[in-house]
T-cell receptor, first 111, second 114 residues
């Protein structure tokens, strides 16, 4: 079975600063990895996903993530935070069975 | 086009009562999923449908929980003899074919058991 650990339940950055949200996974088979964002009172929205091929994946709203097999990581980054990025972010992994989500990281962006 | 919809958006019930939560997936999506999200947690997998059949129900916590998808489209999650611990947001998602596809989530149903 697979699992996901998100390091840091809360991350706070200043507007314009780098955003780094950490995700480590465990999977016995090659994983598919996802980042979802949840804005207040809204459903989860896909930011990006890694299936196969290029390990650097670009998503919506300027986010990207890099799959590093040796580190079993799939960290999410954005070069410059915007106020509208404030939300809850979830990393998820699926292999040959159900999708497992991390506990989430709440991103706060300070003006 | 229309996304995944869920009704009701909020449901308050009393301990011991029966509830039904409905999910309308994106048209043409064969895969449908139910998750439960407790406060401060990520979504927890409950059940996965492929067409009309439950391909994986390993996440259902006990036999009080049941879900159906009789025509391969709309799905209903049914909870019998509700308990206060069932209080959570119940999320539905659909994807085009299978589990490695992008899942599109509905806004959820917030269930409160008093």
């Amino acid at each position: 079975a697979q699992s996901v650990t998100q390091l840091g339940s809360h991350v706070s950055v200043s507007e314009g600063a780098l955003v780094l949200l950490r995700c480590n996974y465990s999977s016995s088979v090659p994983p598919y990895l996802f980042w979802y964002v949840q804005y207040p009172n809204q459903g989860l929205q896909l930011l990006l996903k890694y299936t196969t091929g290029a390990t650097l994946v670009k998503g919506i709203n300027g986010f990207e993530a890099e799959f590093k097999k040796s580190e079993t990581s799939f960290h999410l980054t954005k070069p410059s935070a915007h106020m509208s990025d404030a939300a809850e972010y979830f990393c998820a992994v699926t292999a040959d069975n159900d999708m497992r989500f991390g506990a989430g990281t709440r991103l706060t962006v300070k003006p | 086009g229309a996304g995944v919809s869920q009704t009701p958006s909020n449901k308050v019930t009393e301990k011991g009562k029966y509830v039904e939560l409905r999910c309308d997936p994106i048209s043409g999506h064969t895969a449908l999923y139910w998750y439960r999200q407790s406060l401060g947690q990520g979504p927890e997998f409950l059940i996965y449908f492929q067409g009309t059949g439950a391909a994986d129900d390993s996440g259902l916590p006990n036999d009080r929980f049941f879900a159906v998808r009789p025509e391969g489209s709309v799905s209903t999650l049914k909870i019998q003899r509700t308990e206060r611990g069932d209080s959570a947001v119940y999320l539905c998602a659909s994807s085009q074919t299978g589990r490695t596809d992008t899942q599109y989530f509905g806004p959820g149903t917030r269930l409160t058991v008093l």
